[in-house]
């Protein structure tokens, strides 16, 4: 069991010593797998602890300019890193105050000093301290000097194009869901809450749906209608998700997240509920009249139950 140490609210000021993995983690892929497994090895070579410093915001958070939309929360980053096996993980708000540290304050006065770090791990494309002008160039000048351990991870590549959140992100918005999987060895999965909505599917079109939202800022997918896993009080249904604004009964242009669940008849407004996209099997559809919307998710129903008995 990971230790979580959330170094805004800790008045310990000794820590113990490690080797601690440095990025965003958004998606916590392949390439960062590496990362982690290096920060592992080493770690058991020098009789230390692992640690990784997550950030409580993504960095992009605090610049204006720049997107707002993520692979994973803090909360799943701190359930895949304590499945990776990593000993200590540091929580801190990455702060305008924060983002101004140069560089010598940054790796000696916190990473060094403060958490008690002798070496760190990172990518090729690790940047730090104020305005990101303090690459790995600057960190290899100082392992060279003797002042820290540092090791630089290569890219992971696929397809010969580097595995990268960016990257993913991109599929997620195509709804290429199916590619992601491998890419961070998991489906893709976002959460929130199961809240009213306009009684549409269930009153009108004999399928009864759970509108979902969102408890974070996921990347949402394309929209379309994904055949998934719905995960409530702990246990897996097989489900449809729609993602769309639902054309042919309503022309309100917002998006929503509807899901329908297989054999499932609870009430669960207010619940949670996780998602977890397998595939995408269509698109949005704007069809002439309802009818032809039923006989279209009457097919994408008998699609769904013949997955779900494959997989039994």
């Known amino acids: 069991m990971s230790i979580i140490i959330d170094l ?25 797998r590496d990362i982690i497994s290096k920060v592992i090895e080493i770690s058991k070579n020098k009789n230390v602890k692992s640690s ?25 980053k701190i359930k895949i890193l304590e499945n990776l096996g990593i000993d200590i993980i540091y929580l801190v708000n990455f702060t305008l105050e924060f983002a101004k540290l140069d560089s010598e304050e940054f790796i000696f006065g916190f990473i060094k000093n403060k958490l008690n770090v002798n070496t760190l791990v990172c990518g090729p494309d690790y940047t730090f301290g ?51 999987k491998h890419l961070i060895t998991t489906n893709y999965k976002i959460s929130g809450t199961v809240i009213h909505g306009f009684k549409i599917g269930s009153a009108e079109l004999g399928y009864p749906t759970a509108n979902i939202s969102l408890d974070f800022n996921y990347i949402i997918p394309k929209e379309g209608v994904y055949l998934t896993y719905a995960y409530h009080n702990g246990k897996k249904y097989v489900s449809l998700t729609s993602i769309g604004t639902n054309p042919t009964v309503t022309d309100n242009q917002d998006i929503k ?16 509920l996780e998602i977890e996209f397998i595939l995408r099997m269509r698109d949005q559809i704007k069809f002439n009249t309802k009818e032809e919307l039923i006989k279209c998710m009457d097919n994408d129903y008998k699609y769904a139950l013949k997955f779900k008995n494959e997989i039994k």
């Not at 409580?56 to 997107?67: A, D, L, R």
């Not at 997620?172 to 590619?179: A, L």
């Not at 997240?257 to 949670?272: A, C, H, P, Q, S």
């Open 8 to 32: 805004d609210n800790n008045k310990n000021n000794i820590f113990q010593e490690s080797v601690i993995g440095l990025g965003n983690f958004d998606g916590l892929h392949l390439g960062h």
């Open 52 to 76: 990784v410093l997550i950030f409580k915001q993504h960095t992009n958070e605090i610049f204006p300019s720049f997107p707002k939309y993520y692979i994973t929360s803090l909360n799943d």
């Open 130 to 180: 104020k305005k990101d002008i303090a690459n790995t160039n600057l960190l290899l000048k100082y392992k060279n000097e003797g002042r820290i351990g540092v090791e630089i991870v290569d890219y992971v590549m696929e397809n010969c194009e580097k595995i990268s959140s960016t990257l993913i992100r991109e599929y997620i918005n195509n709804g290429e869901v199916e590619r992601v």
């Open 257 to 272: 997240i509807e899901v329908y669940i297989l054999d499932f008849n609870k009430r669960i407004y207010g619940d949670k």
